[in-house]
């Protein structure tokens, strides 16, 4: 699930960039480039709830 997953995010921009120009594609070092970036989601929170009113005491 992960690989196909990360197969689709790096080949997404690939398609939209391509389905974005309307001019003659030439392959020269010049107007070639690459972005790769990796991360991840996490359904954890890290959510803490202080009162103020309380000097700060945490309730959650």
């Given at each position: 699930?992960?690989?196909?997953?990360?197969?689709?995010?790096?080949?997404?921009?690939?398609?939209?960039?391509?389905?974005?120009?309307?001019?003659?594609?030439?392959?020269?070092?010049?107007?070639?480039?690459?972005?790769?970036?990796?991360?991840?989601l996490?359904?954890?929170?890290?959510?803490?709830?202080?009162?103020?009113?309380?000097?700060?005491?945490k309730?959650?």
């Amino acid at each position: 699930m992960r690989a196909k997953l990360l197969g689709i995010v790096l080949t997404t921009p690939i398609a939209i960039s391509s389905f974005a120009s309307t001019e003659t594609i030439s392959f020269t070092p010049d107007n070639i480039n690459a972005d790769i970036s990796l991360g991840t989601l996490s359904g954890k929170t890290k959510e803490r709830v202080y009162l103020a009113e309380e000097g700060g005491r945490k309730v959650s």
